[in-house]
């Protein structure tokens, strides 16, 4: 907090949406703005839980698409904003977790090795560590746990027509061993990532955890719904 302070004195940080001065608590988006954010409706939370409905989990995502979620999406994937992640998390997914269970695994939506890389970081494993820090805030016994990875790189989702989404994520994800063991059994185990188009994505990689996992509770949850 302190070291963020000094910074923001010499390099004054605004807001993405609003550009205004943001305060030092703040991370690339300002209070005001992230409260203004649009919800997804009852109907679109309805859509979403029909999709997950054939796995028994739930599934869910927080704010609905416009000209602002865009622009806030659009940073997190492509302009390297790790703070701003973990800032959204934070505030928007940890609140979107409702459970009776006291341990919680937060598990990311993996990138490819090279897609890191390109882009400096995975931006689903900083909105988990954001949601990570307020669920612990609130009680849970909460880790991130990177149970998931690609082995093949496959084209990004913007560069596909809508019925090849449906079938590009086959077979590119698996569960890893060694942090499957570590996961408590009960615990309930929370997908993440950024933006939903389809649902095919998160539900493809829902079934490689069910697979493994078939009791284990389960929660698909996006930041944002692209309409
Ligand atoms: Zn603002």
């Known amino acids: 907090m302190m070291l963020s302070f000094l910074t923001s004195l010499v390099f004054p940080n605004h807001c993405l949406l609003c550009e205004d001065l943001l305060r030092p608590e703040e991370q690339s988006v300002c209070q005001l703005c992230l409260a203004a954010q649009p919800r997804c ?8 839980e029909r999709i997950s409905s054939t796995i028994e989990a739930q ?15 659009h940073n997190l994937k ?9 800032h959204l998390g934070y505030h928007f997914l940890a609140p979107a977790i409702a459970s009776a269970h006291i341990d919680i695994v937060l598990v990311p939506m993996p990138v ?29 016994r909460a880790t991130v746990a990177l149970l998931l990875e690609k082995h093949a790189h496959r084209k990004s989702q913007i560069e596909v027509d809508p019925f090849e989404r449906w079938t590009n994520p086959r077979g ?23 933006t939903v188009t389809t ?14 996992f078939p009791e284990q509770p389960l929660h698909l949850l996006a930041l944002a719904l692209e309409v």
Do not use: W
């Open 112 to 140: 490819s090795k090279r897609r890191r890389r390109r882009r400096g970081y995975n931006q689903s494993e900083g909105l988990a560590q954001g949601c990570l820090r307020k669920l612990t805030e609130r009680g849970y």
């Open 78 to 86: 492509y302009g390297g904003h790790p703070r701003m992640a973990r």
């Open 41 to 48: 409706s009852f109907l679109e939370r309805q859509r979403l």
């Open 199 to 212: 649902g095919s994505t998160l539900l493809y990689a829902a079934e490689v955890v069910r697979e493994v």
């Open 59 to 73: 599934f869910s995502a927080v704010l609905i698409n416009c000209p602002s979620v865009s622009t806030l999406c």
């Open 172 to 194: 590119s994800l698996r569960v890893r061993q060694k942090i499957k063991q570590r996961i408590p059994r009960d615990a309930l185990l929370v997908l993440i990532d950024d």
